[in-house]
């Protein structure tokens, strides 16, 4: 226990105020009825991540996940509901009598097994850190140690490009995009 | 007023990502949409991150290791996300609905 107005007790806080956006950002993306607010709870949920990444020593990934997952993703996703949902919420009616009490049971099962794991186990003490895994560290093993699979990231990300233009130019009429009657 | 210190401890960074897991495998489960799901599966993803990074922040002698993990699994939720919302219009084109149980049909 520390008191509240030192470093280290704000520093609790904020670290409070993280899990909470991780966990209401969650509720949100799993409970939502409309695809709209699903996203927005990933979203919410993705900064409360960062922040997590913020305390474990890397702000460069914080910022990378902000950008990447609360940035880029979240928009795709955004626009995918806009092309595949264009008429407005829709009630999903045929839900499966048994999916709702299923899936908490089985998420509570996973989750009760992982934490159990976690706070039985007992980790080794931790060595001696050969560099403070600062930005230039990172950027230096990213070109000499883990080369090949920044290569093979790069790589993918291009079939990736290509193979998302293939599969959404499919069922487009050759003749143009098709006139929009009405919107 | 007095508040607990927890985050210098690794026990609480893999129960928050436990927990995080959980809501993911919970959204896959019940989600009726093709949309939802891959929202669910991001979350999944992230805690797994999450993990990664808390192993590298309190176990791993090269703190380099678990960030560079971090970025490529980003990196490839970034291509699956990518992908399968592609496979979403496709899917919507066809069929005119994102729900799973309306795909039943091969070859189609």
């Known amino acids: ?183 | 007023m007095e508040i607990p210190i927890i985050y210098n401890s690794l026990s609480t960074y893999l129960l928050i990502a436990a927990v995080l897991f959980g809501f993911g495998i919970y959204g896959i489960i019940k989600h009726r949409s093709l949309v939802g799901i891959l929202i669910s599966a991001e979350l999944v993803l992230a805690a797994a991150s999450i993990n990664f990074m808390a192993f590298n922040r309190f176990l791993a002698p090269d703190p380099v290791i678990g960030q560079m993990f971090a970025l490529f699994i980003m990196g490839l939720a970034a291509a699956k996300a990518v992908i399968v919302l592609s496979i979403i219009v496709v899917v919507y084109r066809n069929y005119k609905s994102i729900d799973p149980e309306d795909t039943a049909e091969l070859a189609g």
């Open chain 1, 1 to 183: 226990m520390m008191p509240l107005f030192t470093v280290e007790g704000l520093a609790g806080l904020l670290f409070f105020v993280f899990v909470l956006l991780i966990i209401l950002g969650a509720l949100a993306a799993t409970h939502a009825a409309d695809l709209i607010r699903a996203v927005s709870g990933l979203a919410l949920c993705m900064v409360g991540v960062a922040g997590i990444y913020y305390f474990l020593g890397s702000p460069f990934l914080s910022l990378m996940q902000i950008l990447i997952y609360a940035g880029a993703i979240c928009i795709a996703i955004v626009f995918a509901v806009m092309l595949a949902e264009p008429q407005g919420v829709r009630k999903f009616r045929r839900r499966h009598p048994i999916a709702g009490a299923g899936g908490l049971v089985a998420s509570a099962l996973l989750t009760w097994g992982l934490a159990s794991l976690a706070l039985k186990t007992a980790w080794p003490q931790a060595p001696e850190q050969i560099n403070p895994g600062a930005l230039e560290d990172v950027g230096r093993a990213m070109v000499t140690t883990f080369l090949v699979s920044f290569e093979l990231i790069s790589l993918v990300l291009m079939i990736v490009i290509v193979g998302a233009l293939v599969l959404a130019r499919q069922g487009r009429s050759r003749a143009g995009p098709e006139k929009s009657s009405n919107s």
